[in-house]
């Protein structure tokens, strides 16, 4: 029998004491409105949590829920309610001693709803890597060895036209980035995704489905794997149907990887992938998983299975996406991430100092302490649409 021994995840970094905790909830446009098979977004509604500890630091976390209940089950309006009746006393119930750990066993009796659990967890460790003075990614992995800089690609919304698609694929090649990644759904594939393959014809394409595909489509998406060069086939089937996307990696061989997103929230979906060989790569994204703790024991244990893993992104706003780049500075973090430049979505961002694609198409990870960067209180004020102090301490 194969070893099963659990995962440990990250070391527990020690109590702070609590103070209080400040909800905030923005609604910020985003420079082009994003279309998946779910649906469109043209502005993010981002809840952001931020913790203060008793006459010390702050630390921030940021809901990934979207508006509706699209991607997953949970939508802003769930993450309030579990956060106000559950979470907040669970997290209160540490207030002497608060630590990632010790909230996410507080809150264990609370089932599902990782995002909701996932801001609190994050923002306890940002909180936590401030009070040491280290950057979040050394208290992540203390005996490892981490990169400064993340591969990055960017994640383009389905387009009116394979035409259209082609010129925002142009002007995000231009500025830099080396791997496309395409969302897809029956009736919007083929010619756009064959024609990105023509005017890009050596780069890493890679496709999203969001679960829009059936068995009957198999067939076709190993033609169209081919036939355009894909890299990655993410997704396609629903996320309970880890069967069908096993028959679509035997299928594809090892020239195109079928990578799973939805479908793996836990260690559970991720034995039960592994086993049935429906993965080709995992992309993780720690508000998907219920936090850095799921997320890096998920990490060890594809990187066990020598199975690659990516930072996927959920469009999140500077705090997101720096807590998302410390967690792709692990070593099996090995494809190349869905975190883009902060003018990829913002026209200002929410944080200073704000991401900037570097040569290479890569990302540094923000120097500590914690995420590496702060809200800008004018930016923050400026798209607020609601603030609530929560007692904690
Ligand atoms: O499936 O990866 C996804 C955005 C919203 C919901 C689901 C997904 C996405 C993305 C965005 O692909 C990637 C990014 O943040 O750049
Ligand atoms: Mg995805």
Request: proline residues 7%.
């Amino acid at each position: 029998m194969p070893s099963r021994a659990k995962p440990k995840g990250p070391p527990n970094p020690g109590g702070l004491r609590l103070r209080r905790a400040v909800l905030e909830e923005l609604e910020i446009p985003l420079v082009r409105p994003f279309t998946t098979s779910f649906g469109t977004e043209k502005a993010r509604r981002v809840l952001l949590l931020t913790l203060e500890e008793r006459g010390g630091e702050q630390g921030y976390g940021e809901c990934v829920a979207g508006r509706d209940p699209l991607y997953s089950y949970e939508s802003v309006g769930t993450v309030r309610e579990v956060l106000f009746r559950y979470l907040r006393p669970a997290l209160a119930s540490t207030s002497e001693a608060a630590s990632p750990q010790a909230f996410l066993a507080a809150a264990s009796r609370v089932r599902g709803h990782p995002m909701a659990k996932a801001m609190v967890e994050m923002a306890l460790w940002d909180l936590a890597a401030r009070h040491a003075h280290l950057p979040l990614q050394r208290l992540l992995a203390p005996d490892r060895a981490l990169r400064d800089r993340v591969e990055v690609g960017v994640s383009v919304g389905l387009a009116p036209t394979p035409e259209e698609l082609v010129r925002q694929l142009e002007c995000y090649a231009a500025q830099g980035y080396g791997r496309l990644k395409l969302k897809v759904e029956p009736g919007r594939d083929r010619p756009f995704v064959l024609a990105a393959r023509r005017a890009f014809p050596g780069a890493r394409i890679w496709v999203d489905a969001n679960q829009a595909y059936g068995g009957r489509d198999l067939p076709a998406l190993r033609r169209l794997a081919r036939e355009a060069k894909l890299e990655v086939v993410e997704q396609p089937f629903e996320e309970e149907d880890v069967l069908l996307h096993a028959r679509l990696a035997r299928a594809l061989g090892r020239k195109t990887l079928v990578c799973l997103d939805e479908s793996v929230r836990s260690m559970g979906s991720l034995e039960l992938a592994l086993r049935e060989g429906a993965l080709g790569c995992l992309n993780i994204k720690p508000g998907r998983v219920g936090g850095f703790t799921s997320a890096v024991a998920l990490h060890d244990r594809a990187e066990r299975a020598r199975v690659p893993v990516w930072c996927g992104g959920m469009l999140e706003t500077g705090i997101g996406r720096a807590h998302n780049l410390h967690l792709a500075s692990l070593p099996n973090f090995r494809l190349p991430a869905d975190l883009s430049a902060s003018d990829r979505y913002w026209k200002q961002d929410v944080v200073e100092p704000s991401l900037r694609l570097e040569r290479g198409s890569v990302l540094r990870v923000p120097k500590g302490p914690g995420i590496g960067v702060e809200p800008e209180e004018r930016q923050v004020r400026r798209y607020r649409v609601s603030k609530q102090v929560l007692p904690i301490g």
